[in-house]
């Protein structure tokens, strides 16, 4: 018996992110061994390392930084993703509602500004990143989501009935959106991050690749980085490191390693494009609890991820993790569902990886050794925009001075921690359940959900 067509698509699919699989990614830069010293170390080549290494230097010229990565810029999470930069900070607007409810509309300001100010970097230092500012749709598939997309519309932004949005981007499971017009750019991830490594070394940052921070301690007069051939000496750091987080053990009860995975299609032909309209390439997702992602490359093919977001019992993080043939299965399934029309589109990339996720879906923020390092983390999918915000609350952690930022309730409060293990996996295990039942159910949440909503955990994927 032959296949379903959605799985002979994947047939010829590398197990590779297709963002990193091309010809523009740079050498790495050699190691570090021996010592040498910094003004600001900081740990973690990816979005948020990159974006406070670059902004040091802008805020001071002078100040000598230096960046050091277990791998090479990029090949985690910052690599990985889908390439939506948002202007939310706070995994949208809903969410920042119900936690942040006497600075929702500072933090969206925040936001809005932080998207234009990348915009003007990636102008600034000729960043080849496919940088694309045509928002983003989000569509009802079923008519409970239609409900949920009302705030949004009641934030100003344009309502689209079903045949409006099907003018737009043309599915047959598509029952009305939303469009937020300027709130999302799409880029290519792994060409941003190339772009901000070149940007921080034309401003003179040093950069050591394959050079993984073993322990941070106190000592020379500052914090020392070791690592196995060598040591740094920094006054500060930046600690970057997203879900691979093991240099503060505080951390790790408030960060998850969760594993989100994507496909990418062939090049549509401009027939098949045609065949879904698409003229304005905005990022598209839908308004289930599990929810996909997916838009237009630069050569029109389409990038479809999410739905299934996996925590590995015990939060084991592992390249095995990667591939999981099941949700591969899946997506492709659900690609063949919203589009019949490009029934014959085959797959070449499948790939996961692992995003750092916490309770509250945003990042978070804070101090260690004194005030001589300051740490980011628990972007939980959306840190390809949000993480400049962060450098910027890192840098004036570092200063020791209250700012804006530093006086904000999301940079002073933490999330609600997890609990250990084994209990961790056990809760996070129903929790995925309970959110695939509400799916099924209009939307309906159990009492497990009504009780995290409650507390104030409120989780969705």
């Known amino acids: 018996m032959a296949p379903p067509a959605s799985l002979a698509a994947l047939s010829g699919a590398s197990p590779t992110p297709y963002w990193l699989d091309q010809d523009a990614a740079p050498a790495a830069l050699d ?17 948020s390392g990159l974006w406070t290494a670059l902004l040091a230097k802008e805020r001071d010229p002078g100040r000598d930084v230096v960046v050091v990565e277990a791998g090479t810029a990029g090949w985690a999470a910052s690599g990985r993703n889908g390439g939506f930069c948002s202007a939310s900070l706070t995994h949208g607007f809903d969410n920042g509602l119900s936690r942040f409810p006497d600075e929702v509309d500072a933090l969206e300001r925040l936001g809005r500004r932080n998207l234009d100010e990348i915009e003007e970097a990636v102008a600034r230092y000729g960043i080849s990143c496919g940088f694309e500012r045509t ?3 989000h569509v009802a598939t079923e008519p409970w989501q239609l409900a949920s997309l009302a705030t949004l519309r009641d934030r100003g932004l344009q309502f ?31 060409r941003l991050v190339w772009g901000l490594r070149d940007a921080c070394l034309s401003l003179g940052v040093r950069f050591y690749e394959n050079t993984r921070v073993d322990r941070v301690v106190a000592g020379g007069g500052g914090l020392r980085l070791h690592t196995l051939r060598g040591q740094l000496t920094a006054a500060r750091v930046a600690l970057a490191t997203g879900a691979h987080t093991t240099l503060l053990r505080r951390l790790q009860h408030y960060v998850i390693p969760v594993y989100d995975y994507a496909l990418m299609t062939a090049p549509l032909t401009p027939a098949q494009l045609a065949s879904v309209g698409w003229r304005h390439r905005q990022g598209v997702g839908d308004s289930g609890n599990q929810f996909h992602y997916y838009r237009l490359t630069s050569d029109n093919r389409i990038l ?17 993790h990667d591939q999981r043939d099941a949700t591969f299965a899946l997506l492709a399934q659900h690609f063949a569902q919203t589009f019949p029309q490009l ?23 804070g101090t260690a050794f004194s ?21 910027n609350v890192m840098l004036d952690l570092l200063s020791g001075r209250r700012t804006p930022l530093t006086s904000l309730q999301l940079v002073r409060t933490k999330p609600v921690p997890f609990p250990p293990e084994p209990v961790r996996s056990g809760v996070i295990q129903l ?31």
């Open 31 to 47: 190691p570090l061994t021996g010592a040498t010293t910094a003004d600001l170390a900081v740990i973690g080549a990816g979005y």
């Open 135 to 137: 928002g983003e749709l």
């Open 160 to 190: 689209l009935d079903r045949d409006e949005v099907r003018a737009e981007v043309d599915s047959p499971t598509y029952l009305g959106g939303v469009w937020d017009r300027d709130g999302c750019a799409m880029v290519d991830p792994a």
């Open 304 to 320: 479809w991820g999410g739905y299934d977001a996996v925590y590995y019992r015990g939060g084991r993080i592992s390249s095995d």
């Open 343 to 365: 029934a014959d589109v085959t797959f070449t990339h499948k790939w996961g990886g692992v995003i750092d996720a916490c309770s509250r879906f945003s990042s978070f923020f």
């Open 371 to 391: 005030g001589r390092l300051a740490y980011a983390a628990g972007y939980t999918g959306l840190g390809v925009g949000a993480t400049r915000f962060g450098a």
């Open 431 to 461: 929790t995925r359940w309970s959110i695939a039942q509400a799916d099924r159910h209009d939307g309906r949440r159990n009492l497990w959900l009504r009780t995290l909503d409650k507390a104030g955990l409120g989780f969705d994927s």
